[in-house]
């Protein structure tokens, strides 16, 4: 398999679709490394360790973590699976950003940001990692999250291996465009 076809399918079985190649993540959403390489394999799609680890640390969003000793895997966010990070509660900065689709706007305005099939909103550190995300969905938008507000009148925030903020759902009180 080539790289990007590896990253597709650690993306699907670890954030959404482990059954589909007949693996099981722990409550924590990690995998044995060798258990994924021999059930991938099963079902057709071939690849060794040193390439799930090329994988991973080439990857551009940092979407997978491995474990300390290499053992296990997971992804860093995005599930859509209930699956317990267990990361811990993190201050947020004053503004994090959420890049969107023009064609969202009514909805998010209307009712906020919602994690829709995920378990949480994605929120970005900086505008252009933001507008990035929102061009995977049309035309991007970039709306301004006031999280230190949020944090504030108690609402959790998170960061994930990867950087990127979590929270369970953003307020209309709190967005503004960029």
Known sequence: MKDNEIARLL????????????????????????????????????????ALQRVVVSNDKQRFTLSHDGQRIRAAQGHSLAINLDLPERTPPETLWHGTARSNLDSIFSTGLNAGNR????????????????????????????????????????????????????????????
């Open 119 to 178: 378990q949480f909103v994605h929120l970005s550190s900086d505008v252009d990692t933001a507008k990035m995300v929102g061009a995977r969905h049309g035309k991007p938008v970039v709306l301004k999250v006031l999280a230190c507000q949020m944090w504030d009148e108690g609402c959790a925030f998170y960061q994930a291996d990867n950087g990127v903020w979590l929270t369970v759902h953003v307020p209309v009180q709190f967005l503004s465009f960029c």
């Open 11 to 50: 993306s699907l079985v670890l954030r959404h679709e482990p059954e589909r190649i007949g693996i099981t993540l722990d409550p924590a959403g990690w995998v044995s490394v060798v258990d994924l390489i021999k059930a991938a394999q099963k079902t057709g799609r071939k690849f060794n360790r040193e």
